[in-house]
């Protein structure tokens, strides 16, 4: 009978004391079933990273490095050689094993000294590959010039290339590399948040619907009337008193709510590759599509005309041979109907056997003919 009447007295405690802890530290559950998390859509307003870049040389090519003609990288290379104490005139130097490149990284807010950042290389010469290259130290510095890092270290290209005698083999990108925790920080970023009593949290997609749904869910989770939106990339909040001390302990809070994000219309077509992204909102009013190729295809031949055995006057000559060949594939024409959806678009335009620069091509024109409610983004 006591232990029954300890643990009961010990459970009734914990009943007792749990609601007030979790109203001050416990994050909410979420308010809005689905949607995306507030840390994915919005960020603390003046909290950003910083764009930083440098100048550096990487060495240790396989004579795939910049030429003579580059003269840059030359003086760089004489100008680091004097450094360590070895003079040479910079018209004797050769740069067939290095390459000039730009080092470029984003320092993220509340890094500290000795935190590693990722860096991408670029090469600004004419180098033909950076394989098997390594990076030597370069300053990375902000849009302010301080320097903020320092970055060295082996590259990785994702990629190889390799040949002689003019038959080459080349997968990706060769000119352009990365570095895995290649930068090491040297200065921070100065970013406090001390004691506030309201907070801005900015959108990173504009929406005045995202927004008002953020402010009711914020409103959910700390209160009615503790957040507003001011337009369509700001919320504002009013901090509570028990978190005015600690912003970080609210953010901690705000974060993983959810909130239903309202989507553009939106279309995004890259022409380079031929990617067409079809948002989901997308819709079209009434249309007749018909879409068909024309391809007109030369190719020219050439033969050999000798002269006949024993001729005094006749010269063996080259003559051309051309042909020219054009070809029209046969067009269906589609009807769309008014709210026609997405899947009903994409269904249409498999019907037409269209391929992806066709679509890109009958999007436009619907477009332009006032039909596809959309916003078309070319990349």
Not at 76 to 84: C, D, K, S
Not at 183 to 211: E, K, N, W
Not at 324 to 335: C, D, M, P, S
Not at 348 to 355: E, H, I, M, V, Y
């Amino acid at each position: 009978m006591r232990w029954r009447t300890v643990l009961a007295a010990v459970m009734v405690s914990a009943i007792a004391s749990g609601p007030a802890r979790a109203a001050v530290t416990a994050p909410d559950v979420d308010v809005v079933p689905g949607g995306a998390r507030l840390k994915d859509i919005a960020s603390l307003d003046g909290v950003q990273p910083i764009q930083l870049i440098g100048y550096g040389l990487v060495v240790g090519l396989l004579k795939t490095g910049d030429s003579q003609q580059t003269l840059f990288s030359v003086q760089t290379l004489a100008n680091m050689l004097r450094r360590f104490g070895v003079v040479v005139p910079a018209d004797q130097v050769k740069v067939a094993n290095v390459a000039a490149v730009m080092v470029t990284a984003e320092l993220p807010p509340f890094i500290r000294p000795g935190g590693r950042l990722d860096v991408t290389v670029s090469s600004v010469g004419d180098a033909k590959s950076l394989q098997g290259g390594t990076l030597m130290a370069a300053p990375l510095r902000g849009p302010n010039g301080k320097v903020y890092a320092m970055a060295e270290g082996p590259l990785s290209i994702g990629g190889f290339g390799g040949g002689t005698g003019g038959n080459t083999v080349q997968v990706n990108h060769l000119t352009v590399g990365r570095v895995p925790d290649g930068a090491i920080v040297q200065t921070g970023q100065d970013v406090t948040l001390g004691d506030r009593t309201h907070i801005m949290l900015s959108l990173h997609d504009p929406d005045y619907m995202t927004a008002e749904r953020m402010a009711a869910v914020i409103d959910g989770s700390l209160g009615p009337g503790s957040a507003r939106a001011l337009d369509s990339a700001t919320v504002q909040v009013k901090v509570p008193q028990q978190y005015q001390a600690s912003i970080a302990d609210l953010m901690a809070r705000l974060e993983p709510l959810r909130v239903a994000v309202d989507e553009p219309a939106r279309v995004v077509i890259n022409e380079r590759t031929g990617t067409v992204v079809v948002g989901a909102n997308v819709q079209i009013g009434p249309a007749a599509v018909a879409h068909g190729n024309l391809s007109v295809r030369i190719s020219t031949k050439y033969q050999v005309s000798q002269p006949s055995p024993f001729s005094q006057t006749g010269t063996t000559q080259v003559v051309p041979n051309t042909n020219v060949n054009v070809q029209e594939g046969t067009a269906r024409l589609v009807q769309l109907n008014e709210g026609t959806t997405l899947q009903a678009v994409v269904e249409s335009l498999n019907t037409l056997g269209a391929t992806p620069r066709d679509i890109i091509a009958i999007l436009q024109a619907l477009k332009a003919a006032g039909a596809l409610r959309a916003e078309i983004v070319i990349i």
